[in-house]
């Protein structure tokens, strides 16, 4: 029953223009009824006649994918009519670089904190010059990476991250929600 009223039922954008839903619309493959707002936002932005110029330019196997790219950067210049999904990306590409760096400064002190533990561990090779690096400042730090900071209950009292690392065999490798956490920084 439900599929049978959609055939009867116009496309969004014939709905939206108020006009009657040919059976060859260009537009009933990919403006379905049930998603209104998908239309209309392509409408308010590149306009009913330029969408059909350029979904009759292109090849029928290329059309949904420009439709897609089109709804999206409608629903993006809805949002944000100055930068639309330019906006989005800079943004995204922000919050990377500022991860990346984060890691770059955990991983840093991870090694610090590598280092300070090797002069004890492993007797000096001869003709090496180790050089000892100053920790003081390493150790007023915390390392805040997440809420996986062990203490008492930990034994070591450092960062021990819910993944294998290249050069330590001994972190704990499993999930990364193991021991209730979220996960979350």
Same mark, same amino acid.
């Given at each position: ?6 055939? $009867? &039922? ?8 108020? !006009?009657?839903?040919?059976? %060859? #619309?260009?537009? @009933?493959?990919? *403006? ?35 439709? $897609? &790219? ?8 809805? !949002?944000?009519?100055?930068? %639309? #999904?330019?906006? @989005?990306?800079? *943004? ?46 390493? !150790? ?46």
């Amino acid at each position: 029953m439900a599929s049978s009223s959609s055939y $009867n &039922s116009p496309c969004a954008a014939c709905k939206f223009l108020r !006009r009657k839903c040919m059976p %060859g #619309c260009i537009f @009933a493959p990919y *403006f379905p009824p049930e998603e209104p707002q998908k239309f209309a936002n392509v409408h308010k932005i590149f306009g009913a006649s330029n969408v059909t110029k350029l979904l009759n330019e292109l090849l029928p196997h290329q059309r949904e994918d420009a439709v $897609n &790219s089109l709804a999206y950067e409608a629903e993006a210049r809805v !949002r944000d009519p100055v930068y %639309g #999904c330019v906006g @989005a990306i800079s *943004f995204l590409q922000r919050q990377v670089q500022r991860l990346q760096k984060e890691l770059e400064e955990a991983n840093a002190d991870l090694i610090r904190y590598a280092c300070n533990e090797i002069p004890t561990a492993l007797p000096p090779h001869p003709g090496v010059n180790l050089v000892q690096p100053n920790m003081a400042h390493a !150790r007023s730090r915390p390392v805040l990476l997440s809420s996986r900071i062990f203490g008492n209950e930990g034994g070591s009292g450092f960062y021990q991250p819910p993944y294998s690392l290249p050069w330590d065999d001994t972190s704990p490798a499993g999930n990364i929600n193991e021991g209730g956490q979220d996960g979350s920084m």
